[in-house]
């Protein structure tokens, strides 16, 4: 077969792979992000499946983590479950906001639910937020670089003691936990699965022709767009239950100490998953973000009266 032949089947393959499944869910379930408006491919049968396999993959860390957990009434605990609590009271009252723009689109015609989606006005999905059981897991002996915090989907949150002793003001470990209570809330956990699985499809085509790693590479693409949307809706979770949003930049600053150094940095977006700690500080203190932040934060004051 030429070369040509060998371009076409795969230019073909990667077309139908990425290009059809992708409307077609974008039309059916056009499931939409709070506050960013994005509105992600979600594969409704890993949407209905969510909780199960969050619980599933928690239960994984409890036995990877056996004999390293703290008691829930140990100080570390008590401390990242009133803090986890303020936060997810945080989502459930901003939630009721949202709400007052109906979910439910069947009403509008095709045509105005193109136009909506194409303008990002389509109503934010709540729904898979409803009765989540959430749950704190404090693991012991790990060091920070390895683990030091994660959210499976369904509400469990799993935080290193190193982390929270690095961490000794509130507002630093609500910046955390914000950031990961913020990844259920935009469904990170179903649209990374759903895509992890076209990429591998994509992946096994595009193997026979390329050498590069092409499904980390594109993993690790996803996951900073992740990232950078957990950090900006949990900036404005966290501000709208008292934390000083200003505070935040700091945190991410701090945690820079852990980026993982890369030897071309302009390509750092697709060699590693998380963006850099000065890079993530950058994003959310800018200047239109942080006032929106500070709006929900002097608002919260505000009410309860606090100079
Ligand atoms: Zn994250």
Known sequence: MGMLRYFTLAAASFASIAISPRILFRLQ??????????TRFIDPTKASTERISGQREFEEWKQQFQGMTLPST???????TRIA??????????????????????????????????????????????????????????PVRY????????????????FIELHPSDVELA?????????????HGCERRTKVELISMIHRVLNRFVTIDFYQTVRNWIDHR????????????????????????????????????????????????????RERAKAVARPEIMKEALLLYNDYRGRRGVE
């Open 29 to 38: 379930n056009p499931g939409t992000i709070p506050y960013i408006n994005r």
């Open 74 to 80: 140990h100080s570390h605990s008590v401390r990242v």
């Open 85 to 142: 609590k303020n936060i997810v009271g945080s989502m459930h009252s901003e939630i009721n906001k949202l709400r007052s723009i109906s979910e439910d689109i069947s009403q509008y015609g095709f045509l105005h639910r193109v136009w909506l989606r194409m303008t990002r006005k389509l109503p934010p999905s709540l729904s898979h937020l409803d009765g989540l059981n959430w749950e704190v897991l404090i693991v012991t002996g790990v």
């Open 147 to 162: 683990f030091p915090a994660l959210v499976c989907p369904g509400g469990k949150i799993i935080a290193s003691t190193a």
């Open 175 to 187: 910046t955390m936990l914000a950031h990961e209570i913020a990844h259920i809330m935009a469904r």
């Open 226 to 277: 992740f990232e950078f949307e957990a950090d900006y809706i949990g900036l404005l979770l966290m501000a709208a239950v008292g934390y000083d949003p200003r505070q935040a930049p700091k945190y991410y600053e701090k945690m820079a100490m852990f980026d993982v150094p890369v030897k071309y940095p302009v390509l750092a977006r697709f060699l590693v998953s998380h963006p850099s700690g």
